[in-house]
């Protein structure tokens, strides 16, 4: 009889697998045909025992999509340009003044001009993003704040005048600028924020108020150092010369200068402060903004949706304050869309990371036999295989969300509009739920060397994790979903 402590010889391993190997070869066997009485049950299928091969060309080819040209136009300027690449470490005042030289680079030096195709062609646009966000995920949220919410705030909430007029120093970063929609007090309640925008008749101008301190616009992408414009969202108050004062129309956007074109000092009136050092994406300058009596001219409103005459009479062509609401954040749903896409994008960055140096890194094995790859091993393997099989089916989701969405802005079908707003607060809280949770898994399956921060886990796993909150918190997304 074998003592407990004898040591297995090999032969004893190889048998020990081929027990195992056997064992499970019995969960592959399909069933025999002498077994089946009725051949119309469902049967199992012989597994391919054959080594599949894949023109990994024409593969990454096709997941590029017809946009992968402009892509590597802006990973071939970035290539070109060392001095632009960010380095593993950067204080948080370089790196805000890095990505704006980024940003300046790819438009104005690369010719690279996001803005036409937030209405033209929405799912070129997200691909610049997806590229620039790969190159610096703060670069692609800046991007995102000039061109979609700024930019895009200018194009589908305003009308001719505002398009005439902004259009082209918006493209060309001229006027960089800002999205003012979150309050201290107020995030996901859109509804609820306090700030106001009073019309006064006789100069013919709005004037906009932070009626208190949780009414301060908070978080403002741009506002801490770069920005020279705001959209800012309030609620619209026109006076009724009656026991009321004042009649309260809802919340309304409205193009605010917040500094000098000039000199870049703050305009009087308009308090900026810092945001400060956050857990992640500190080359985008986030700050906080307060009104005191900032008189803007009343052509400022972001009109397509209701407007007011040199009288100070109201008119829209929606009958209620929540129809003109709904119909204001329908028309800004591409944030969550460009959301939901972007973090698609870090997924495949994570996911291609872990598995190339699963594929590299060899551990453990049969006695005097080279070590094996970690990625054989079954544990690796249930780590990976799910996260890369989901990785694809998130990608040709996305992709089937942002053709959703360019129909719907060319056919502002309601029913369209509807379904898009519901799937894109379903995918954005889940796909960014579920990245979130994958780069800690790619950074443990990488061992210790995954915990350096030239292999990236770190910056992606920080800087992604607003992705969570921004554009609508996920819990509260989730519950907008039909059952």
Request: hydrophobic share 35%.
């Amino acid at each position: 009889m074998d003592s407990p402590n004898t040591t297995p010889t090999a032969e004893d391993e190889t048998q020990l697998v081929s027990r195992r190997i056997q064992r499970l070869s019995l969960h592959l066997t399909p069933i025999p045909n002498s077994f089946i009485r009725d051949h119309h049950q469902l049967q199992l299928l012989t597994c391919a025992r054959v080594k599949l091969s894949v023109n990994t060309a024409l593969l990454s080819d096709f997941m590029r999509g017809k946009h992968r040209g402009i892509q590597e136009k802006v990973y071939e300027y970035f290539k070109s340009r060392p001095d632009l690449q960010t380095p593993v470490e950067i204080s948080k005042d370089e790196h805000r003044e890095l990505c704006m030289r980024q940003l300046l680079g790819l438009v104005r030096e690369a010719g690279v001009r996001p803005f036409r195709y937030i209405v033209e062609d929405p799912s070129k646009y997200f691909a610049i993003a997806e590229a620039a966000g790969s190159v610096d995920m703060s670069l692609g949220i800046k991007l995102g704040v000039q061109y979609s919410l700024w930019g895009g705030s200018v194009l589908n909430l305003g009308t001719k005048k505002h398009k005439d007029k902004y259009y082209d120093v918006i493209d060309n970063l001229e006027y960089p600028g800002c999205f003012a929609m979150t309050e201290l007090h107020h995030g996901s309640n859109v509804q609820g924020l306090q700030t106001v925008a009073t019309f006064d008749p006789i100069t013919d101008e709005f004037i906009i108020n932070t009626p208190n301190d949780g009414a301060i616009k908070w978080w403002i992408g741009n506002a801490a150092v770069h920005g020279k414009f705001a959209t800012v969202f309030a609620r619209l108050l026109l006076p009724t010369h009656d026991i009321k004062g004042v009649s309260d129309m809802g919340v309304h956007a409205f193009i605010v200068p917040i500094r000098d074109l000039k000199t870049h000092q703050t305009l009087p009136g308009v308090e900026i402060h810092d945001c400060g050092h956050k857990v992640g994406l500190n080359g985008v300058d986030n700050g906080a903004l307060r009104f005191r009596s900032v008189r803007i001219p009343r052509d400022n409103l972001l009109n397509r949706f209701g407007d007011v005459s040199r009288d100070g009479k109201y008119t829209s062509s929606l009958p209620s304050i929540n129809k003109r609401f709904a119909a204001t954040l329908g028309e800004l749903v591409g944030g969550r869309v460009g959301l939901a896409y972007s973090s698609v994008s870090v997924l495949k960055i994570s996911i291609t990371i872990a598995i190339r140096y699963s594929l590299l890194r060899q551990q453990f094995g049969p006695p005097k036999q080279p070590e094996i790859s970690i990625l054989d091993y079954q544990s690796h393997q249930h780590k990976l295989m799910p996260m890369l099989a989901s990785t694809y089916a998130f990608h040709f989701a996305s992709l089937h969300l942002v053709q959703m969405y360019s129909e719907m802005k060319k056919s502002h079908d309601d029913q369209l509009v509807g379904d898009v707003h519901s799937l894109s607060a379903g995918l954005k809280a889940y796909v960014t739920s579920y990245t979130a949770k994958s780069l800690s898994t790619c950074r443990e399956a990488c061992g210790g060397h995954g915990y350096a921060a030239v292999n990236r886990f770190g910056s992606l796993r920080n800087d992604h994790d607003i992705f969570q909150t921004f554009e609508g918190d996920n819990t509260v997304l989730l519950q907008q979903v039909p059952t």
